[in-house]
């Protein structure tokens, strides 16, 4: 309970009155790690719960569970609840939701006073839902509510995963400027650089609007950090099977979006956390040790081409680095990668394996000079840029590697 004075929300009005005992309206807020429940407490549980995170959306929230009520009042019967998270919003969203527990019964509301932050309000909000089929979506009215007929089909279907996505068929944005669609997109391919695997597995990762089956998620530790829940889900859940659905991102209809250069950052701090906790230690640090003998070698072949034989500039660079590429496929097809070559065995499949670890080695070596390029242009000492790149790259260069050269 956290209302100040022991005050009630009046159901109907939603206005808050202080003085006698509180109802206890609002749902704890759960302490300690991000894990989901694998088994559920309660006998007949429903079988869809949908959070909503909210930070100062009180004109919204109405509209929206009244189209989410009567969207799933007809194809979901008894069977779903909603679950409002609201950070403390400093427009009172909190009371607005909790006074219209009273005309859906199907809502929950948790206001949280100790955390803040989108991706946390949706698992905390799934840590006290009861659902098998856990999902989230917006309040602001820019996820359209019908779209959630064909998430619900898709997990019918048995997949584990359904995404609302902008980028398929059906699919799109609205009114978006350039900016906008460019930062998007432009953090998309920041996540691909740092995380192929994982969002390459969907046309958007950066959406948040999507439904996941609880047993994918269940008890495991998750560990988000700014806004986008989805690639948290992709990067650690069991997720065989996905489905996805074209939607087209609405206008905002009152308050605006919370996105700040500061969710920008932590998305990049999400993409780091999330790569280190799926990189193979071990095989990851012999990689970098590979790595590390092949810059000794292509300075070692460059001094001995330009410095000693007084060979052409260019011909020395481009040669002391393909001997450097082979150097470290040798070491990498028998030493990191050695337990899934000896699998691949025969001289077309090793020549295949140097083939593909040439050509992502060479996408890695045309992305070091754009970001030190892109990172000086926007004034970033060139030494900083230079080493952002390098673990950039060699992020890239393990992950597209092991996923693609050695296909771990
Ligand atoms: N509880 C809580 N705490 N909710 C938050 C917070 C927070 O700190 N910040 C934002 N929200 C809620 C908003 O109230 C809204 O319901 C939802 O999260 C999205 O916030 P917006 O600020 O409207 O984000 P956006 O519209 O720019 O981007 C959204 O849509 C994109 C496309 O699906 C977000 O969901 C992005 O993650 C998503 O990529
Ligand atoms: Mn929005």
Redesign the pocket.
Known sequence: MYLPFFSTIEPSSGSVSRGSQPPSVFVEEPRGALRIPGHLKTDRPPLFSLV??????RENLPPLLDRLTQLLDRSLPGEYELIV???SSPDRTWEVAGGLMGQYPQLRVMR?QRE???ST?IVRGWQVARGEWLGAI???L??PPQTLLQLLAELENGVDFALASRHVRNGGVSEWSFSRRFLSRGAQLLGLLILPEVLCRVSDP????FIVRREAIADRRLDPVG???AVEVLGRGKIDRIAEVGYV?QE?QEGA???TLRQSIEYLQHLLRLRWHRIPRRRFLQFAIVGSSGVVVDLGVFHLLRGEWGWHLAASAILSTEVAILNNFIWNDRWTFGDIARKQRGWRNRVDRFVRFHLICGLGLAMNVAIVLGCSNLGINEYLSKLMAIVLVTLWNFGMNAKFGWRV
């Open positions: 909503v995170p909210t930070y100062n959306e998270v609201d950070d949280r803040r932050g989108l309000a917006d309040a602001d820019q996820h950066m959406s948040g609007y806004y986008k829940i991102f905002r979006s919370k996105v």
